[in-house]
């Protein structure tokens, strides 16, 4: 169970630390409320995975058990985490992905609720799960029945709360953010291991054929 909670982090942190909706939101509301905002938001996004792993898990929970559902799932998860890790690395490559503090102040609302919302209204957020999350889950399922998607789940939010939690204490406190060049290379790293998860799900999924 260490390697799913180690497995789940590293694709967490391969999520959380690519730019978007919600990044933008924590590095702002870090800027003008605070240190401790990125925590709250990330309580709320949290709070909508676990809802979102819960519909999935019962959903699909006889579907979990067929190997026809299995092989479709890797084929199609792992094709689509290959995509997503090239495409980080041609990005990061191409020093086509950066970030902007540009200090703007956002409105206050419930930051909890905040990062619910805007976690719901990204549609890349609603196909991971649908789609690649839904592998992980049935791996963990199989491996370990309800206490491996447990697990998994702590794993991957562990994730959340670590980076977004790091960059609002950063930001917060500091103003600052870490050297671009680092990030990219980091961007790299993370597309280089989800191409690696992509191609098990790819090979599992063949085996299952086979």
């Given at each position: 169970?260490v390697?799913i909670?180690?497995s789940?982090?590293?694709v967490?942190f391969?999520?959380s630390m690519?730019?978007?909706?919600?990044?933008?939101?924590t590095?702002?509301?870090?800027?003008?409320?605070?240190?401790l905002s990125?925590?709250?938001i990330t309580?709320?996004?949290?709070l909508l995975?676990l809802?979102?792993v819960?519909?999935?898990f019962?959903g699909?929970?006889?579907?979990?058990?067929?190997p026809a559902?299995?092989?479709?799932?890797?084929?199609?998860?792992?094709?689509?985490l290959?995509?997503?890790g090239?495409?980080?690395i041609l990005?990061?490559?191409?020093?086509?992905i950066t970030?902007q503090t540009?200090?703007?102040r956002?409105?206050?609302?419930?930051?909890?609720?905040?990062?619910v919302?805007?976690s719901?209204a990204?549609?890349?957020f609603?196909l991971?799960w649908a789609?690649?999350?839904?592998?992980?889950?049935?791996q963990?399922?199989?491996?370990?029945g309800i206490?491996g998607v447990?697990?998994?789940?702590?794993?991957?939010i562990?994730?959340?709360?670590?980076w977004?939690?790091?960059i609002?204490v950063i930001?917060?406190k500091?103003r600052?953010?870490?050297?671009?060049?680092?990030?990219?290379?980091i961007?790299i790293?993370l597309g280089?291991?989800?191409?690696?998860f992509?191609?098990k799900?790819?090979?599992?999924?063949v085996?299952?054929?086979?």
């Open positions: 169970m390697l909670f180690l789940a982090l590293a967490g391969s999520g690519m730019p978007g909706p919600l990044l933008t939101y590095l702002r509301q870090s800027l003008s409320s605070g240190p990125g925590f709250f309580a709320g996004h949290a995975e809802a979102l819960i519909l999935i019962i699909f929970d006889t579907i979990l058990q067929s559902a299995q092989t479709v799932i890797g084929l199609v998860g792992g094709a689509l290959i995509y997503m090239l495409d980080m990005k990061s490559a191409k020093n086509a970030l540009d200090g703007n956002a409105g206050r609302g419930n930051m909890l609720v905040s990062g919302v805007i719901a990204n549609p890349y609603l991971w789609v690649i999350g839904l592998g992980f889950i049935m963990s399922y199989n491996a370990h206490v447990g697990v998994y789940y702590t794993g991957h562990s994730a959340d709360f670590i977004y939690g790091a609002s930001v917060g500091t600052r953010f870490i050297n671009q060049k680092l990030y990219r290379a961007i790293a280089c291991l989800l191409i690696f992509g191609a799900f790819v090979v599992d999924a085996s299952n054929l086979l």
